[in-house]
């Protein structure tokens, strides 16, 4: 049982929440806190010609009102949105708030992701602390 799980949580076609917030909840010890990570990715520069004004800001409150709605379930549940490269801002939240495990999703690779270039697997590869793959249910 772990004291502190950081859950990523990424919002693209695929990805479902669901599988790893059930694994944090096998994971977690009573009373264990629980922080809910989504990383934003920067927006490649030729698309910001296109983007609404404050496009960045809107989407940074829908993701973080969502997170919060999620973190909720959690005794100690928390949501934080960052910004950068996912691999890297996960394993420094996590280094620099104590984290001792990581619940992360990944799918059953394609051939596009049979190199070692996702996310989970530099996650995997680099953290400190215990890493928990959540595969999804199918």
């Known amino acids: 049982m772990y004291s502190h799980l950081l859950v990523t949580v990424a919002y693209e076609g695929e990805h479902d929440a669901a599988r790893s917030l059930q ?49 909720a379930g959690f005794e100690d549940g928390h949501a934080v949105v960052v910004e950068g490269d996912p691999a890297h801002e996960v394993l420094d939240y996590a280094q620099e708030n104590g984290v001792d495990c990581i619940v992360i999703a990944s799918h059953r690779p394609g051939t596009h992701r049979l190199m070692l270039g996702s996310t989970a697997a530099k996650i995997v590869g680099r953290a400190l602390c215990a890493v928990h793959v959540a595969r999804r249910a199918d």
Do not use: C, Q, S
Request: no cysteine; net charge negative.
């Open 23 to 71: 694994v944090a909840r096998a994971l977690a010890a009573p009373g264990a806190k629980v922080t809910l990570i989504h990383v934003m990715e920067p927006a490649p520069l030729f698309t910001l010609d296109y983007l609404p004004e404050n496009w960045r800001e809107d989407m940074h409150r829908a993701i973080t009102a969502d997170l919060g709605g999620l973190a």
